[in-house]
């Protein structure tokens, strides 16, 4: 393929290009990149979720029981932990067993919890095997207890050892001589490790990290499907997640399990600010999961609270929401230039759903929002390919879950679209040809999918004027409770165990090497696909391409030349192969990471012309920058 490209005649990219979505779906926030290690630490119940014991067992025979006393630790907090006993039983209490199972190592673990009742003593906390009953370390805490008050105890534990798995418990006991009848009430009983930039309340840095090393840009949030709640009255209330945990509800989740709201708002903008990341935040648009759709006169209160929402996350410290931030501890505004109303209103509410989008509830966000913010994009949670005319200044989102051929043979979708568009979703999810979603995901990304990925981001890339950017989703997945396989990462308590999928590593690979500017070059596309452009910031000229399904499996020979770099010009090339196997997959229990990565110096010919074969089934980067 001779591929020659011009000098001038691109777009100016706007640095944003790469992301990824979160949403709490297969415990990837509860459970994943929050770091709090106690499963179900306050026993919230929802509208759709009742109070349970889930994660909880008695030690030494203690009763443990729920109860809604007539003095709760919060408004918020209502049901707590009855934990009875005789008076005579010894050292006894109750233990966590994380979400299916904690690391334990040498190193800081703080939190606390709330306990009410008289008891005279010391609370013993500690971490432990779940197997052998081996104790890694422990901590005595003196009781600050009173008769009909709630107080907090601190726990700062520090194991004397590493523990060889993570089958371990956090437990907390107390002398039940020391109480009144034997029996403490507690709540809000929370234990982290040590987060990522230290955070309270913060992150897991191994997730973290590998997140971060996706050089991602873009960052979408709250969801997804979590945003839009499953009705129109347990929708995810930002107002929620705010404060002190005391006072956060919690949240009925809407992938199967219920969430703390731990990771709230403020923790999200956070995250986003610590990572780089440009904002997209989606606003609640009045229509949940289950059909659920407001009425044009009842709408005005959701718009309230969306202008509510930006006014927290942008307004100065001195208006009435970014005043509420600044206590919280940020004065200054975040940036925030992207909103999004809603999640797929095409979706849940059938043809009414997406028709009253259309017609009332898209236009009436988008005004409210732009008469009080001019420079925001409102963003649809449709595209034009949904059929949604949008009416401008609106930009679009274009989701798509689909099987690997489908992803190359929508390379050209975008170069006719006047309308800017995010691509807010974005996975290949199915095998050619089984595009069912009734079981018919593949267990993780694998290699062909991950290539036909790389031939989408292609064709957004190359439309950088429209395409505001590109979010991968879902990006994380507890390998032991989901309900979405393709994920970019997987993970469990044990960070030995996380994994980067195959997409990971062609999603880092296209980050990594970012335009400044696209250029436009000659269009000779399949096998090969490709993209070129230039870094004002390295100096470099940038080719990123794939190479899916060639004739008869043949390596495709690259004659790449771009105007104004000379002969003899040094450029760096990395190609990113895979398993003969297309299904191969990166898995967590053998640690087997099946992309190759091979990196070479290649040097323009005396025509200025860079030569090089690519693979069938390969993705590569070229790229000129001095190292
Ligand atoms: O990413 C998983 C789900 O797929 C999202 O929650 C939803 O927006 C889409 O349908």
Redesign the pocket.
Known sequence: VKISVSAKGGNATNGHQYGF?H?D?NNSGDGGLYAELIRNRAFQSSEHYPSTLDGWSAVNGAQLSLRDLDVPLSEALKTSLHVATNKRAGQVGFSNAGYWGMDVRVQKYTGSFWVRGAYKGEFTASLQSDITGETFGSVKIKSKCRRDEWTEHAVVLVPEKDAPNTNNTFAITFDAAGTADGSLDFNLISLFPPTYKGRKNGMRIDIVEALEQLHPTLFRLP????LEGLSNTSWWDWKDSLGPLKDRPGFSGVWDYPQTHGLGLMEYLLFAEDLGMELVVGVFAGLALNGDITPEDELQPFIDDALDQIEFIRGPPDSKWGAVRAKLGHPEPFKLKFVEIG??DW?AGGSEGWNTYREYRFPMFLEAINAAYPDIQVISSGSYFDGHDIPEPGAGDY?LYAEPDTLVEQFSRFDNVATPHIIG?VAATHPNGGTSWDGGLMPFPWWGGAVAEAVGLVSYERNQDRIIGTAY??ILRNINRWQ?SVTMIQHSADPAQTTRSTSWYIWELFAAHIFTETLPATADFDPLYYVTGKSDQTGGYIFKGAVYNSTDGADVPVRLAFEGVKPGTSAELTVLTGPENPYGVNDPFTGTNVVETTRSTVKSGRDGVFRFDLPNMSVAVLDTSPK
């Open positions: 979505l949403e779906i969801g997804g499907n979590m999640n797929e979706l989701h979703e989703a879902p979405w």
